[in-house]
């Protein structure tokens, strides 16, 4: 199990559905605002959470997509603090911001991950189903607060920890299929 490897397995994959939707939509998520965007998130976190308590989806989709739509959406977002609600992107731009944040996420996770040594490996998706819902409520309460904190960590790092956590899942249903 080569975490880094795992990692660039599942980016192609959520870079693959980025892309394609970027040429369905363009970059139509640009004229959300980061609020909005957490919003959609929380509403994909609930959703995996109601599947995952209800045992079933009357949706003809399982909580793989959502985890999938977590890491886009939070990536999504962490452009948008960056750079601002706004016109569209070209695609070439489009995609170099996708590939630039969702690096710089990878990279925490490489130290973080060195750190508590694979502790993740041990958990369950549910764990991180919960772990997710609470950063985004503490995502909702920063922006209530105008961004400020007095001693936590913003809003960005919180969304590259929903972008790891969604990726630590997602490996971990793929482990769970095979």
């Known amino acids: 199990m080569d975490t880094t490897q795992e990692f660039a397995n599942i980016k192609a994959i959520c870079f693959d559905i980025y892309v394609n939707k970027l040429r369905d939509y363009g970059t139509s998520w640009r004229l959300m605002r980061p609020s909005s965007l957490t919003d959609q998130l929380l509403i994909k976190a609930r959703r995996i959470r109601s599947i995952e308590e209800k045992g079933e989806s009357r949706v ?49 996770m490489l130290d973080k991950n060195h750190d508590y040594d694979e502790a993740w490996r041990d958990m369950r998706v549910s764990s991180f189903t919960d772990i997710i ?15 400020k904190t007095c001693v936590s960590e913003g809003i960005d790092s919180n969304l590259m920890d929903i972008i790891n956590y969604s990726i630590f899942a997602l490996i971990k249903l793929d482990d769970s299929e095979d």
């Open 133 to 147: 819902l609470t950063k985004l409520h503490r995502i909702k309460r920063i922006e209530d607060n105008d961004g």
């Open 60 to 108: 003809d989709e399982g909580i793989r997509p959502e985890f999938i739509g977590l890491v886009n959406y939070s990536v999504m977002e962490r452009i948008q603090l960056a750079i601002g609600c706004g016109d569209d992107l070209d695609e070439t731009e489009a995609t170099r911001l996708y590939d630039e944040y969702f690096d710089s996420a990878t990279r925490l």
